[in-house]
């Protein structure tokens, strides 16, 4: 007891190291796939709960889901009798023969059969415009403008509506349908919306009074309503306003009021655009001696537009999906093609239904989510061009 | 000096239609005669149509009797009320389905919104699955396929399902059981509404005495207290004054019970689920947009994450979250026209819809019907910008 603790320290270390041991790896259970379990899905009793309560989510829609649209799928037969629900198979899952009999009747609609290829080469010279424009290292995008915008319109036009003078039956719209009409309706919302909406905004920052006035008044009524009553005014108003023997055809009718419907939007986003350009360029530009016009073709619009890019894309995505609407005053696009033909009795069948609303399903899932990834890469790509 | 200036550029070199104001005014003028000629050519050619087609102008259809009747009515309505009552039985439609649709969309939408911000990976990436898929499909098709393929699909009467706790489910709709007051309850609401109105006193002298002395109260259980547990008590002692109408099936129909119309069910939930699509991701940009440095200095002056995240993010992520949040609302109360798709009645099925064809008076009825929509849209907006200029950031 008469040792002090100094004493059994010196007695007690025999041993100091003086060289650094190499590093240890990290225990096994921070690191690889368990590290990364234990890190992601179970940290803490909460989220331990959590990642069991959505497995058992996921376990129960996946299955479920596949088993309807490939394990127990229908995948061959001549009419409803294959889709039925008989002895030998109590449980039925897509009725696949239906959208497959349909499927020309989904693109085409009622397009006489004998003039679809006029249909197929409307869709390669829309493919050829949409690649072009947006390739970046496409050659001669110069040309690819004047293509998609003067002649794709024109050629287009001339194609499906018919010119007989070159030996193209005329077709009447009523018998256009499906994916067709789909396209043609946003194809024109997307190519009319852009300028109108454009001038909408510049009306509405306009100093001119009377201009900024009726600017305003038409974004803020257009968009202070559904599209649904913009399309019954177009289609129920709009043949009230004209002479009667020049009153539009349906299709026209239900363009007119998309058209309208998508620039009030699209002036929105045009105008957010030129609110986030700093008054210096309007400054320095007028400075330099450029007139309105110059100014905003050269100074403001490409800035504007550049930063808006994303926000038109989404908007264009707005546009695709409310397209389906004209299905309420009549137009047979794709959506209302498959109403038409999962009530036709030759199909009737339990599983018919959803079968047609997952072909349409698909169809608006790939374009959708397509545009909205060309929209993030495309805010990537600029604002790589804005990192310094 | 200006004198010279004056001198060496002489005004009176610019021609006058280069001086701005005159093009500026030419401009105006050749607009307003561009408008006003469109609006004279326009009416002129209605009222010649109109005549032509012997269809009467003006609102005296208004009182008129109507003859069809209507599925779902808030008010009472029958086929011998006038296209005036109908266009209210359509109108409060539209509101209750707007309205229930904004709660769950809101109550939905929170939560996607802050699992896709979770750490757990699981949790994100389904709430990311769910954004992706429901906002690329066009509400149309969700709609349509809640209706027909889902609703529709249901056993029929027969075969009813029998829920435990007395729901009753078929393709003829959801039956709830319908509360019904008993002798007494009126005890029970007035408590309420006293609960409800204490509360509001008491969290308002709460934040005074915070404001002027830094001590908290326990609003939140007091609240909870005074409007949850105060009715219960009374309700207790009361001698539970409530039974419920269980739904009866019978052959034909099903007697008793809340009918939900199936109309009613598709729009409410496909309305909510789309939109809730969206008030995720406005919750999501929201909350990250509180930078992170918020957090760490309310963790450094050592409060806890829970009053940091009620004290300081919510509040900031509140500021930028809510014009979106906003702007939903109105999609969505826009987005419940399309009830007209699957025939439930609201004010654009019943009024542009029905009226509409029976009358044959299309300017009046898409008028009327778009003024409505108007003017929930403008008030709503005027409203947000009373909002916005209150929250906005006070600056030095």
């Not at chain 1, 105008?271 to 330099?288: N, T």
């Not at chain 2, 607009?31 to 149509?49: D, M, Q, R, W």
């Not at chain 2, 939408?109 to 979770?118: K, Q, Y």
């Not at chain 2, 249901?154 to 706790?165: F, N, T, Y």
Request: proline share 6%; charged share 15%.
């Amino acid at each position: 007891m008469t040792m002090s603790e100094g004493d059994l320290a010196v007695t007690q270390i025999n041993f100091v190291r003086r060289e650094t041991l190499p590093a240890q790896p990290p225990p096994a259970s921070m690191t690889g796939a368990v590290g990364w379990l234990r890190e992601n899905l179970f940290s803490t009793p909460f989220n331990i709960g959590l990642t069991v309560l959505i497995s058992l989510l996921i376990l129960w829609i996946v299955p479920d889901l596949l088993r309807f649209l490939i394990f127990d799928a229908v995948w061959s037969g001549a009419d409803r009798e294959a889709c039925l629900i008989t002895a030998q198979r109590p449980v039925v899952g897509a009725c696949w023969p239906f959208a497959f009999e349909r499927l020309p009747y989904f693109i085409y609609g009622s397009y006489p059969i004998s003039e679809r290829w006029r249909v197929d080469v409307f869709f390669v010279i829309l493919a050829v415009a949409i690649v072009w424009l947006l390739w970046l290292n496409a050659p001669r995008r110069d040309l690819a403008v004047v293509y998609a915008f003067i002649f794709t319109p024109i050629a287009s036009f001339i194609l499906l509506r018919g010119w007989p003078l070159i030996g193209l039956e005329r077709v009447d719209t009523v018998l256009w349908g499906g994916v067709l009409v789909t396209i043609v309706v946003s194809a024109v919302g997307i190519v009319i919306s852009l300028p109108l909406g454009i001038l909408l905004a510049l009306g509405r920052r306009s100093t001119m009074p009377a201009v900024k006035l009726f600017s305003v008044m038409f974004i803020e009524f257009v968009r202070g309503v559904p599209l649904v009553t913009v399309l019954f005014m177009a289609s129920v108003m709009l043949p009230l306003f004209v002479p009667e023997n020049l009153s539009p055809d349906k299709l026209l009718r239900a363009l007119i009021g998309i058209a309208m419907f998508a620039s009030a939007y699209m002036a929105e986003v045009v105008r957010a655009g030129l609110a986030a350009i700093p008054k210096g360029q309007y400054e320095g530009a007028q400075a330099v001696g450029l007139g309105y016009w110059q100014m905003m073709r050269l100074i403001i619009l490409p800035q504007a537009l550049k930063i808006t890019i994303p926000n038109i894309v989404n908007t264009y995505i707005g546009l695709f999906k409310d397209t389906t609407l004209v299905f309420i005053v009549g137009i047979f696009d794709l959506l209302r093609t498959v109403e038409v033909s999962r009530i036709d009795p030759k199909w009737a069948a339990p599983s018919t239904s959803p079968t047609g609303y997952a072909v349409a399903a698909v169809f608006y899932l790939i374009c959708c989510y397509g545009m909205s990834r060309y929209a993030q890469a495309t805010e990537k790509r600029l604002a790589k061009a804005d990192r310094r | 000096m200006s004198t010279e200036l004056k001198a060496g550029s002489p005004p009176a070199s610019v021609p006058f239609y280069n001086d701005p104001k005159v093009r500026s005014i030419a401009y105006q003028v050749a607009l307003c005669l561009i408008v006003a000629a469109l609006v004279y050519g326009a009416a002129s050619n209605a009222i010649e149509n109109l005549q032509r087609a012997r269809i009467a102008s003006g609102f005296g259809f208004w009182n008129n009797v109507a003859g069809f009747d209507i599925s779902q009515t808030l008010i009472s309505y029958s086929n011998v009320s006038t296209y005036g009552r109908a266009f209210w039985v359509g109108l409060l439609n539209t509101l209750l389905v707007a309205a229930l649709g904004i709660v769950f969309a809101t109550i939905l939408g929170f939560i996607v919104g802050i699992a896709r911000l979770s750490k757990n990976w699981l949790v994100s990436k389904a709430a990311q699955f769910y954004v992706e898929i429901i906002r690329n499909l066009p509400l149309l098709l969700q709609l349509l396929f809640w209706y027909n393929a889902v609703l529709k699909a249901l056993p029929d009467l027969r075969d009813s399902l029998k829920i435990p706790g007395g729901l009753v489910v078929n393709n003829r709709g959801l039956f709830l059981p319908a509360p019904q007051a008993q002798a007494g309850f009126g005890f029970v609401e007035l408590t309420f509404l006293f609960g409800v109105l204490a509360a509001i006193a008491y969290s308002y002298w709460a934040r005074k005495r915070q404001e002027q002395t830094g001590q908290q109260a326990p609003v939140l259980l007091v609240s909870l207290g005074l409007i949850v547990a105060l009715p219960l008590v009374v309700f207790l002692i009361a001698g539970m004054p409530l039974t419920f109408d269980y739904p009866q099936a019978g052959r034909f129909n099903i007697s008793g019970g809340l009918e939900i119309v199936p109309e009613f069910a598709a729009l409410l939930f496909g309305l909510s689920i789309y939109t809730a699509a969206f008030i995720a991701e406005v919750v999501r940009a929201g909350i990250l947009a509180v930078s992170h440095g918020q957090t760490e200095a309310s963790y450094s002056l050592g409060m806890k994450p829970g009053p940091t995240l009620r004290l300081i993010v919510v509040p900031q992520a509140m500021r930028v979250i809510i014009p979106p949040l906003t702007s939903q609302y109105l999609n969505l109360t826009k987005n419940s026209s399309l009830a007209v798709a699957i025939g439930y009645p609201d004010l654009v099925q019943v009024f542009t819809g029905t009226v509409l064809n029976q009358t044959g008076q299309a300017v009046e009825v898409v008028a009327i019907t778009m003024a409505v929509y108007l003017t929930i849209s403008l008030s709503t907006s005027f409203l947000m910008n009373l909002y916005n200029s209150r929250m906005k950031l006070v600056e030095r």
